[in-house]
T-cell receptor, first 112, second 113 residues
C-alpha cells in the first residue's frame, strides 16, 4: 500500500542553525504534500504545503522542496528558535482523493 | 467561523467495551476524516466521510465504524476494545474531500485498560 517514510526520527540543532527533514513517498499519484507541526498535547497544525506543479515554496524561515521524479520532498527551517521545538509530520495525498498518508514524525529539539 | 471540536477529550475504557467518539466539523466543511495516532507515531488513516457516506478506508478492522450526520458532524465507534486501541484519535474536516485545507481537532485520548 501507499507509504511515506520520514527521516530523521529525532533531530537536535543549536539555536540559529538550520534543520532539514526529508520524506519519500510511494504513490506516484500523490500531488499534494503538507507539513504539520505538533506540539506536545496539541493538534497537528499545517505549517506549509506544496502541490506537484511546484518545485519549491518558501514562507519566511520555512521552505519545502519537491522532487517528483525521485518521489521525495524536504522541509527546511532556517535560523531555528527554541519555539520551533516540536514533532513535525510530512504527508502525501492525492489531493482530491480520500486520504492523506503521514510519515512517522521527526522530533526536533532546538537548544538555546 | 468555528473550528473542529472533538469530545470527549479523555476517556478510559475496559477491554471488550464499546466507545463512541464525536467530531464537529469546521463551518463550511462537509468532509470528515478520522485518524488514530499511537504514542510516538504519525496519524494513521481510519476512514473518511463525505456527504454522509464512507469515502475510503484504511487498514482498520470492521469493529471500527463511523457515521456522518446531515450537519456534517461525525462519530467514530469502536467495538470490542483491545489494549492496542489506546491512542489519540484525531478528526480532520475539509471541503469536498480535498486534502488541502485540512483542519484537525484537538483529539480524544482513549486509554483501554
Amino acid at each position: 500500500g501507499e507509504n511515506v517514510e520520514q527521516h530523521p526520527s529525532t533531530l537536535s540543532v543549536q539555536e540559529g542553525d538550520s534543520a532539514v527533514i526529508k520524506c519519500t513517498y510511494s504513490d506516484s499519484a500523490s500531488n499534494y504534500f503538507p507539513w504539520y507541526k505538533q506540539e506536545l498535547g496539541k493538534r497537528p497544525q499545517l505549517i506549509i504545503d506544496i502541490r506537484s506543479n511546484v518545485g519549491e515554496k518558501k514562507d519566511q524561515r520555512i521552505a519545502v522542496t519537491l522532487n517528483k521524479t525521485a518521489k521525495h520532498f524536504s522541509l527546511h527551517i532556517t535560523e531555528t528558535q527554541p519555539e520551533d521545538s516540536a514533532v513535525y509530520f510530512c504527508a502525501a495525498s492525492t489531493g482530491g482523493g480520500f486520504k492523506t498518508i503521514f510519515g512517522a514524525g521527526t522530533r526536533l529539539f532546538v537548544k538555546a | 467561523e468555528t473550528g473542529v471540536t472533538q469530545s470527549p477529550t479523555h476517556l478510559i475504557k475496559t477491554r471488550g467495551q464499546q466507545v463512541t467518539l464525536r467530531c464537529s466539523s469546521q463551518s463550511g466543511h462537509n468532509t470528515v476524516s478520522w485518524y488514530q495516532q499511537a504514542l510516538g507515531q504519525g496519524p494513521q488513516f481510519i476512514f473518511q466521510y463525505y456527504r454522509e457516506e464512507e469515502n475510503g478506508r484504511g487498514n482498520f478492522p470492521p469493529r471500527f465504524s463511523g457515521l456522518q450526520f446531515p450537519n456534517y458532524s461525525s462519530e467514530l465507534n469502536v467495538n470490542a476494545l483491545e489494549l492496542d486501541d489506546s491512542a489519540l484519535y484525531l478528526c480532520a474536516s475539509s471541503f469536498n474531500d480535498r486534502a488541502y485545507g485540512y483542519t484537525f481537532g484537538s483529539g480524544t485520548r482513549l486509554t483501554v485498560v
